[in-house]
């Protein structure tokens, strides 16, 4: 089992920057990658960000530029920056950890962007 407990979310206004942390406890060992979801209201839950556990990166074409995942193995820690925040990146932000038979989940942080 994997537990995965997100932080860093808030108000914040167009322009800005946050970042999300996620503290990862419990057998780590088989995780292949790590990675940031997001879902809006009304919204299906999207990938944000990925990385494995070799340290390749993926991004949704909508963050590309804006958003940085990284990961501390030491620490057992997984960070989203958000950068040049908008409206649009108003979500519920979900950690997720992925081994070739399961995904675990993180409660969410919530990103509200607002004029």
């Known amino acids: 089992q994997v537990q995965l407990v997100e932080s860093g979310g808030g108000l914040v206004q167009p322009g800005g920057s946050l970042r999300l942390s996620c503290a990862a406890s419990g057998s780590m060992l088989g995780i292949k990658a790590m990675g940031w979801y997001r879902q809006a209201p009304g919204k299906e839950r999207e990938l944000v960000a990925g990385?494995?556990?070799?340290?390749?990166?993926d991004y949704a074409d909508s963050v590309k530029g804006r958003f940085t995942i990284s990961r501390d193995n030491a620490k057992n820690m997984v960070y989203l920056q958000l950068s040049s925040l908008t409206p649009e990146d108003t979500a519920i932000y979900y950690c997720?950890?992925?081994?070739?038979?399961?995904?675990?989940w993180g409660q969410g942080t919530q990103v509200t962007v607002f004029s």
């Open positions: 990385i494995t556990s070799g340290g390749s990166t």
């Open positions: 997720n950890a992925l081994s070739s038979s399961s995904s675990y």
